[in-house]
């Protein structure tokens, strides 16, 4: 009897800790959730299969020890940061009805792909044994990316509410009189 126990206690904590693997590796950042379905860790999909790149290049990243050597603590958490924001983008475009949700995906792939290659370039392309100007200067270059990527998804964000007819950049607390239009052109006059 005792070894039956054992053998079903056994079983038990195999079963927790699988259970408990496969969720954190269908993280995105270690530690934060994601709004992804679970199926999403080994499904086919074009979505899923992003969604693993998404989580493997930050977990490339945060393992990889010359972020760490490098004073690099700022970009991750920016990398982090855009791999979420990505991700949720992503668990919003899979649930589009399928005529539209290719369209939504396209844009989203090109931000993955983005983060990858800044990834990949702050991790070669500076060694502990370059001057500090140098290091200064990929650590702006992969900044400038990474600002240009979370600013096209914001861009890409802003479409799709205009385009929903919720555009969420004009707010409610602002006065009217401070947004001036320009009067159309008169006829026979030059505009620039």
Do not use: C, Y
């Amino acid at each position: 009897m005792a070894a039956v126990s054992v053998v079903v206690a056994f079983g038990v904590i195999l079963a927790v800790r699988s259970k408990q693997e496969f969720v954190e590796q269908n993280q995105v950042v270690p530690g934060r959730r994601s709004p992804a379905p679970a199926s999403w860790a080994g499904a086919h999909t074009r979505e899923a299969k992003l969604h693993r790149r998404l989580g493997d290049a930050v977990r490339g990243a945060r393992e990889n020890p010359r972020f760490v050597e490098l004073g690099l603590g700022p970009q991750m958490a920016a990398i982090e940061t855009e791999a979420l924001a990505i991700d949720e983008r992503l668990v919003a475009a899979a649930a589009l009805p399928s005529a539209h949700k290719n369209g939504a995906i396209d844009p989203l792939e090109e931000h993955v792909v983005g983060l990858e290659a800044t990834i990949a370039e702050l991790v070669t392309s500076v060694t502990v044994a370059d001057s500090k100007v140098q290091l200064e200067a990929a650590v702006s270059a992969a900044d400038i990316k990474l600002q240009a990527l979370a600013a096209a998804r914001a861009e890409v964000e802003q479409i799709d509410r205009t385009v929903s007819g919720v555009d969420l950049g004009q707010h409610a607390t602002e006065p009217a009189a401070e947004h001036t239009t320009l009067p159309p052109p008169q006829p026979g006059t030059s505009t620039g």
